[in-house]
């Protein structure tokens, strides 16, 4: 096997380039990079963006394996997708993190709780919890596949929640752009799964670390 070949097949490779982005969070918390709202609050922001990119990544990989039956990327990105829904539950958990530090009390935490722009947040994100409990093979065997597959359904309605929580923060043009692009994948793989019912032909399971 080669160097690079080497490189590219190790988890370790791959967790460093899910923690690339953190760099930021970083340079904003020593440097002054935290803006008119203080480094928690711009931190607050860039974890809750990175989650939410990531569980769309995570997300838009059946639909395109099922579009590009043949790319080795997309190949690649599905064996590891289990790396990818454990980064989107620790930028998360960094993300509740430096919302609680940015209230600063939990009488603040309280009164805004029932608002539909954190309650869609905390539902999502304990979605997560049992997601990312049971994201090992030891829960995997213990679990059994149906199970264990069933569990990780939640997380549809989690990402619906997200869109809904991103969408009431902002609703700018980027949020809707992403969550419309992955709505277009879901609907082009519903599209291929139909016709080659049709026709005879059953669509590729993808396989996952
Ligand atoms: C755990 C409960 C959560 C709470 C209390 C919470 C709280 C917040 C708050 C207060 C903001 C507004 C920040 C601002 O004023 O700009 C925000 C924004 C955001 N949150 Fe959450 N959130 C939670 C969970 C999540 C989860 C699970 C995700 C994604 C996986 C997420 C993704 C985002 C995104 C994308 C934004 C917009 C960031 C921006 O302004 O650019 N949040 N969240």
Redesign the pocket.
């Known amino acids: 096997m080669t160097a690079a070949k080497k490189l590219l097949n190790s988890p370790y490779f791959f967790w460093a380039l899910l923690s690339l982005p953190s760099i930021q969070m970083i340079v904003a918390l020593v440097g002054d990079g935290g803006g008119s709202r203080g480094p928690a609050?711009e931190i607050?922001?860039w974890a809750?963006?990175l989650?939410?990119l990531l569980?769309i990544i995570a997300l838009g990989l059946s639909p395109l394996q099922a579009i590009f039956p043949k790319s080795r990327v997309v190949a690649w990105l599905l064996q590891r997708r289990r790396y990818i829904g454990v980064a989107?539950f620790s930028?998360?958990l960094v993300?509740?993190a430096f919302?609680l530090v940015d209230l600063g009390s939990l009488r603040a935490v309280l009164d805004e709780l029932t608002a539909p722009?954190?309650l869609t947040?905390?539902v999502?994100?304990f979605i997560?919890i049992p997601m990312a409990v049971t994201s090992n093979a030891v829960m995997t065997r213990a679990m059994g596949w149906r199970r264990w597959k069933m569990l990780q359904r939640g997380v549809y309605p989690a990402a619906v929640l997200?869109m809904a929580?991103?969408l009431i923060?902002?609703l700018e043009p980027g949020?809707v752009i992403f969550f419309a692009l992955l709505g277009a994948l879901e609907l082009c793989r519903l599209w291929l799964t139909l016709s080659n019912r049709k026709s005879g032909h059953e669509l590729r399971q993808p396989t996952e670390a």
Do not use: D, K, Q
Request: aromatic content about 22%.
């Open positions: 609050h607050l922001e809750g963006v989650a939410t569980l989107v930028y998360s993300h509740l919302y722009v954190i947040g905390w999502a994100f997560f997200v929580h991103w923060v902002e949020p």
